[in-house]
């Protein structure tokens, strides 16, 4: 079954043991709006939105962020100010990456980070 | 719908149930105010959602509505948006008494909607005996026998209180003597030393009285309508 949005959200703040109306309130929605998007009647929220409801959750954001397929505003904010970054996602649109590539992308950087720390170390 | 016959004890049971059950799952202490939503979502597993049931079912005085298949419970945007606790709590008890009560005959007998069998709940339909089941019910969930006849205690002793007087014998705000009238006061008192904040003071005098802790010896109904008309 596919996982959606409203779904995880109901799932974790059940989890939680939070009441849809307290929840409403800490993110300062009305209770009918929070009701239709657990119930995917609506789209996901906003970026912002998400973000509030993870803290009032005290959740993971990204769990939340990753199935709304959005970006999180770090993110956002950091490839905005990384020229570079911004063009090795490009590259890796064009690319085509797929999860494999990724995983093994991400344990390369994580080495070469690692590297990196090291010589400074020496 | 027609339900089968039940007595009083056996809804008080079975609200009493519920409880015990959320409490054996959670952990957590079932004490006034009683947690009727998580007791809906985590005690009894359903979904809770607020809609536009007035436009969805196109009912003017439906307040809330119980879906067998899809297991879930439905209540009117308009209560949310009322900001009125006590008439929002008793509607979600008043579900989860469909739920506990009349489930499998929602499923025989109700009209087929978008998801499966459900019962709507509408203020012109209050007198049915399905409607005042679930009434009653909501009535022991949120009220229970033994904290409600603690709280009338430690406030009022431990003889019930008899009204035989329409109207108050004082006036002022220091004191207040037992009398039709007062039934306000009195139900706030109550609600107040048992913690029962989710419960609206009608439905606290409906319960005082049905155990047997006020008794109304006059002619006038306890009831919003009838106390103001005493002034």
Redesign the interface.
């Known amino acids: 079954m596919i996982e959606t949005f409203g779904k995880k959200l109901r799932e974790l703040r059940i989890h939680t043991g939070t009441g849809l109306r307290e929840l409403a309130r800490l993110i300062d929605k009305s209770p009918g709006y929070l009701s239709d998007v657990e119930h995917d009647h609506v789209p996901p929220p906003s970026e912002d939105v998400i973000l509030k409801i993870a803290t009032a959750l005290t959740v993971d954001k990204r769990e939340l962020l990753t199935v709304a397929r959005k970006m999180d505003p770090e993110i956002s904010s950091y490839v905005a100010q990384e020229p570079d970054a911004a063009d090795f996602l490009r590259m890796a649109k064009e690319k085509e990456f797929d999860r494999d590539d990724w995983e093994r992308l991400s344990k390369l950087a994580e080495a070469a980070k690692l590297g990196k720390v090291g010589r400074n170390k020496r | 719908m027609k339900v089968p016959w039940r007595s009083k004890k056996a809804i008080s049971d079975a609200a009493s149930w519920l409880r015990v059950q959320y409490q054996a799952s959670?952990s957590l202490p079932v004490s006034p105010p009683v947690?009727v939503?998580?007791i809906i979502?985590?005690g009894l597993g359903l979904?809770?959602?607020?809609?536009?049931l007035r436009k969805k079912l196109k009912l003017g005085d439906v307040l809330g509505a119980t879906y067998v298949k899809d297991k879930s419970i439905w209540v009117d945007?308009s209560l949310?948006?009322d900001q009125n606790e006590g008439r929002l709590c008793f509607t979600f008890a008043h579900e989860a008494g469909h739920w506990v009560l009349h489930r499998e005959f929602i499923d025989q007998a109700c009209r087929k909607g978008d998801n499966g069998a459900y019962i709507f709940c509408r203020l012109s339909h209050a007198k049915k005996p399905v409607e005042w089941q679930a009434d009653y019910f909501a009535s022991c969930l949120l009220m229970p026998e033994k904290e409600v006849k603690q709280a009338f205690t430690e406030v009022f002793g431990s003889e019930p209180l008899i009204l035989y007087n329409e109207k108050s014998c004082f006036d002022g705000p220091i004191c207040f003597d037992p009398c039709a009238q007062n039934w306000p006061l009195i139900a706030t008192a109550v609600k107040a030393a048992g913690g029962f904040h989710n419960v609206s003071k009608q439905a606290m005098i409906i319960r005082l009285q049905d155990l047997g802790l006020v008794q109304n010896e006059t002619r006038v109904r306890l009831t919003w309508k009838e106390c103001f008309a005493l002034v």
């Open positions: 959670t947690p939503e998580d979502e985590r979904k809770l959602g607020f809609t536009d945007q949310a948006d």
